[in-house]
């Protein structure tokens, strides 16, 4: 079939945006949470992040134990990764790391690793609605604290910020009370548990779902199943995540399976190339 110069036109314009599109939608990292390898992490950091590096994962996220390193130790595990080929982008943090106290040693932590993201993993049981509004606005202000040094705060949710109380959510207080740098890290298994709904959640907070916890769940076996065994829709996650949702890296997180960890976080990263559409 012969084309218009006008259609040939049309095409070649065309062409740029797409092989943009294709780039951007391939582009986006997936690491894993290395909670999810947490006992051989306990044993031997260093060999662990090169197994999950020689896997294919192309992230890591660093939980609470990062925090007791050493400035040289941390030094080390950034050479480590640089040699691996593999990023930090964030670490999942206690509530007590946030504090006025210890934010400058965990903005200095980050800054060796490499990581934009300082994101908090947890809070203390609320009673109410309203008790989460403070929450908010330490965000707020961890977010303020760090913003010079080029990093931005977050929040990881589990059931509680997704179970209703006073008639709301309280994610919904989260969201709506911080500011919209700071990241809303969504983990999926739990937000399903809760009886909400990861798409919706990711569509009505646009920009703000920069990262998501890639857990899956069952009504049987709760998250003893691998990534994809479970009820997540992730065509659909991926798609808002994608869309919408300003997702910049994917995280696998696994909290056990009946296969040892390293084998479940090689089995999952497997099945997630099978379900993510890049």
Same mark, same amino acid.
């Given at each position: 079939?012969?084309?218009?110069?006008?259609?040939?036109?049309?095409?070649?314009?065309?062409?740029?945006?797409?092989?943009?599109?294709?780039?951007?939608?391939?582009?986006?990292?997936? &690491?894993?949470?290395?909670?999810?390898?947490?006992?051989?992490?306990?044993?031997?950091?260093?060999?662990?992040?090169?197994?999950?590096?020689?896997?294919?994962?192309?992230?890591?996220?660093?939980?609470?134990?990062?925090?007791?390193?050493?400035?040289?130790?941390?030094?080390?595990?950034?050479?480590?990764?640089?040699?691996?080929?593999?990023?930090?982008?964030?670490?999942?943090?206690?509530?007590?790391?946030?504090?006025?106290?210890?934010?400058?040693?965990?903005?200095?932590?980050?800054?060796?690793?490499?990581?934009?993201?300082?994101?908090?993993?947890?809070?203390?049981?609320?009673?109410?609605?309203?008790?989460?509004?403070?929450?908010?606005?330490?965000?707020?202000?961890?977010?303020?604290?760090?913003?010079?040094?080029?990093?931005?705060?977050?929040?990881?949710?589990?059931?509680?910020?997704?179970?209703?109380?006073? &008639? &709301?959510?309280?994610?919904?207080?989260?969201?709506?009370?911080?500011?919209?740098?700071?990241?809303?890290?969504?983990?999926?298994?739990?937000?399903?548990?809760?009886?909400?709904?990861?798409?919706?959640?990711? !569509?009505?907070?646009?920009? !703000?779902?920069?990262?998501?916890?890639?857990?899956?769940?069952?009504?049987?076996?709760?998250?003893?199943?691998?990534?994809?065994?479970?009820?997540?829709?992730?065509?659909?996650?991926?798609?808002?995540?994608?869309?919408? &949702?300003?997702?910049?890296?994917?995280?696998?997180?696994?909290?056990?399976?009946?296969?040892?960890?390293?084998?479940?976080?090689?089995?999952?990263?497997?099945?997630? !190339?099978?379900?993510?559409?890049?």
């Amino acid at each position: 079939m012969s084309l218009t110069r006008r259609h040939f036109l049309d095409l070649s314009a065309a062409l740029p945006w797409a092989l943009s599109a294709r780039a951007s939608a391939t582009s986006i990292p997936v &690491g894993l949470e290395l909670y999810s390898v947490r006992e051989e992490l306990k044993k031997d950091a260093e060999a662990t992040v090169r197994a999950v590096a020689k896997m294919g994962y192309q992230v890591v996220e660093f939980y609470a134990p990062y925090f007791d390193w050493t400035e040289a130790q941390t030094k080390h595990m950034k050479q480590l990764m640089d040699d691996l080929g593999i990023r930090c982008l964030s670490t999942h943090n206690d509530e007590k790391f946030l504090s006025a106290e210890n934010l400058p040693r965990a903005r200095d932590m980050n800054l060796i690793l490499g990581s934009k993201f300082i994101v908090q993993s947890s809070t203390s049981e609320k009673k109410g609605l309203d008790q989460w509004k403070p929450v908010a606005e330490h965000l707020n202000w961890v977010s303020d604290q760090i913003e010079s040094a080029g990093l931005k705060a977050g929040y990881h949710n589990h059931q509680p910020e997704f179970t209703r109380i006073d &008639g &709301g959510r309280p994610m919904e207080v989260l969201a709506k009370n911080t500011k919209p740098s700071v990241m809303l890290q969504l983990d999926i298994g739990t937000c399903l548990e809760a009886g909400s709904d990861p798409v919706a959640w990711i !569509r009505a907070n646009p920009g !703000r779902i920069r990262s998501i916890h890639c857990k899956d769940w069952s009504h049987d076996t709760g998250y003893k199943v691998l990534f994809g065994e479970g009820v997540a829709d992730w065509k659909s996650i991926f798609a808002a995540a994608e869309s919408v &949702g300003g997702v910049e890296y994917y995280l696998v997180e696994q909290e056990g399976s009946r296969f040892p960890e390293l084998e479940t976080a090689q089995r999952c990263l497997e099945m997630f !190339r099978t379900k993510h559409p890049a």
